[in-house]
C-alpha cells in the first residue's frame, strides 16, 4: 500500500520531498545532507545560467531539505503528507528559503587558515615490521620572523583592517527568487589579507608570511603500507590573516621494496628456487628474516614446483595494537644449473632412465596434471 503521505503529496500536486532529495524514507540525517549538497551543487542557479528550470529545481530542493532536516516537520510530514493540519510550515508567505553557507555548499577553502601541505617520504621496509622514529626537513610558508607576521616591522606599520576585522573575509547575504543565500568573499580594503600595510617588512614584503626550513619529527607505526598517510596538525603553511589557523602537513609514506618479499597487507609473499634434488628428497632451508629471528622453511620430500608451503604467524604485524601477525607464503621453484659439466651430465644421463621407470608415462602424466588443476 502508498503511505499516505505520498498519495496526498501527489494529490497537492507537489512532488514527494523524498523524490526530490533522491533517498528512501528511512534516510539518516547524513544521508539527507549528502543528498541536499549534492544537488544543491547541480542546480544552484549560479552553476546553471542558460538553464530556465534551475531556479525552481533549487527552490524545490531547498524546500524539501527545510523540512525533512528538521525532525519533528519531518514527523508530521510522514504522516501527513504536504497536506498538514494548520497549514504551511512556513506561514502565510509560503517557503522563503534556507540560510546555507554556499562557501561550505561548494567546498571553497576558509582563506582564514593556511594550507595544508602534502610531501611524500620513503621508510625501508622494516619500519611496517617495527614502526620507526623518523624525521623530515621542508621548507614551508611560515609567519616572517623579521616583523612577528605582522606585515611590518614597523610600529604602526601594518593594522588589522576594520572592515573584516582581521578576518580577510566578508558575508554578502542576497536574494535569488525567493530564497536567500549567503556568499563569503574577500575583503576588498585588504585584499583578503585582513591587515592594512603602510610600511611592508624588507623580508616579507607585507605578506607576513616567508619560506623557512623546518624539521618535522613523526612516528611510523608498526604495520604502514604504502600510501597511508600521517597527518600533522598545524604544521602546514601559516594562514594569510593575523587572525587564521595554520594548514595541516600530510606525509604520505612509501614502503621500500624487500628483497624478496612480496607483501598483501600484513602477508608476505616469496618464491624459493631449488634444486631438483632438494625438491625430490626434501629439504630444510633457513633464511634471515625480518623479526630477527630465522625463517625455517621445511621443504618436504617429493615437491613440485608451483606448490606452496605456508608459514603462519610470521608475517608483518596486523596494526600497531595488535599482537597478531600475517602469514609467510613460499612458492617452490626449480632452479635449474646455467651450465653443467661433463660428469654432471653423465651423472644425469645414468640416472634418467631409472627416473622414468618411477614416474608415469608422459601421456598420463600430463592428464594427471590436467585433473589436478581442474579440480583446485
Not at 626537513?137 to 614597523?154: R, T
Request: net charge neutral.
Amino acid at each position: 500500500m502508498t503511505p499516505f503521505g505520498a498519495q496526498v503529496g501527489h494529490m497537492s500536486g507537489k512532488r514527494d520531498y523524498y523524490d526530490v532529495l533522491g533517498i528512501s524514507k528511512d534516510a539518516s540525517e547524513d544521508q539527507i545532507k549528502q543528498s541536499f549538497r549534492s544537488l544543491a551543487r547541480k542546480y544552484h542557479p549560479d552553476k546553471n545560467p542558460d538553464d530556465p528550470d534551475a531556479e525552481s529545481m533549487f527552490k524545490e530542493i531547498q524546500e524539501a531539505y527545510a523540512i525533512l532536516s528538521n525532525p519533528e516537520e519531518r514527523r508530521k510530514y510522514d504522516v501527513f503528507g504536504h497536506e498538514r493540519p494548520g497549514g504551511s510550515p512556513f506561514g502565510s508567505r509560503g517557503f522563503q528559503g534556507v540560510d546555507i553557507n554556499f562557501d561550505d555548499l561548494f567546498g571553497q577553502q576558509d582563506r582564514s587558515r593556511g594550507s595544508d601541505l602534502l610531501v611524500r617520504h620513503s621508510v625501508p621496509f622494516q619500519a611496517a615490521m617495527n614502526g620507526l622514529d623518523d624525521d623530515l626537513e621542508i621548507e614551508v610558508l611560515k609567519n616572517c620572523p623579521s616583523c612577528d607576521g605582522s606585515g611590518s616591522n614597523i610600529d604602526g606599520g601594518s593594522r588589522t583592517c576594520p572592515s573584516c576585522e582581521g578576518r580577510g573575509r566578508i558575508d554578502e547575504i542576497s536574494m535569488i527568487g525567493p530564497f536567500r543565500q549567503r556568499v563569503r568573499k574577500d575583503c576588498a580594503p585588504c585584499r583578503g589579507s585582513g591587515r592594512l600595510v603602510s610600511d611592508p617588512c624588507s623580508e616579507c614584503k607585507g605578506d607576513g608570511r616567508s619560506l623557512q626550513s623546518i624539521q618535522v619529527k613523526f612516528s611510523v607505526t608498526p604495520g604502514i603500507a604504502s600510501g597511508n598517510r600521517l597527518r600533522m596538525r598545524g604544521q602546514g603553511e601559516a594562514p594569510n590573516s593575523p587572525n587564521g589557523r595554520p594548514g595541516d602537513l600530510y606525509i604520505e609514506i612509501e614502503v621500500q621494496k624487500h628483497q624478496w618479499f612480496e607483501r598483501d597487507g600484513a602477508d608476505l609473499l616469496m618464491a624459493l628456487p631449488l634444486s631438483f634434488a632438494d625438491l625430490t628428497l626434501g629439504t630444510t632451508v633457513e633464511i634471515p628474516h625480518i623479526d630477527s629471528e630465522n625463517l625455517r622453511i621445511k621443504v618436504p620430500p617429493s615437491s613440485n614446483p608451483g606448490e606452496t608451503i605456508t608459514i603462519h604467524g610470521r608475517g608483518l604485524p596486523l596494526n600497531a595494537n595488535s599482537s597478531r601477525r600475517g602469514s609467510v607464503t613460499v612458492v617452490l621453484r626449480l632452479q635449474s644449473p646455467k651450465k653443467t659439466t661433463r660428469s654432471l651430465k653423465n651423472k644425469i644421463k645414468e640416472i634418467r632412465a631409472e627416473l622414468e621407470e618411477s614416474i608415469p608415462q608422459i601421456e598420463d602424466r600430463i592428464r594427471e596434471e590436467a585433473n589436478s588443476r581442474r579440480s583446485r
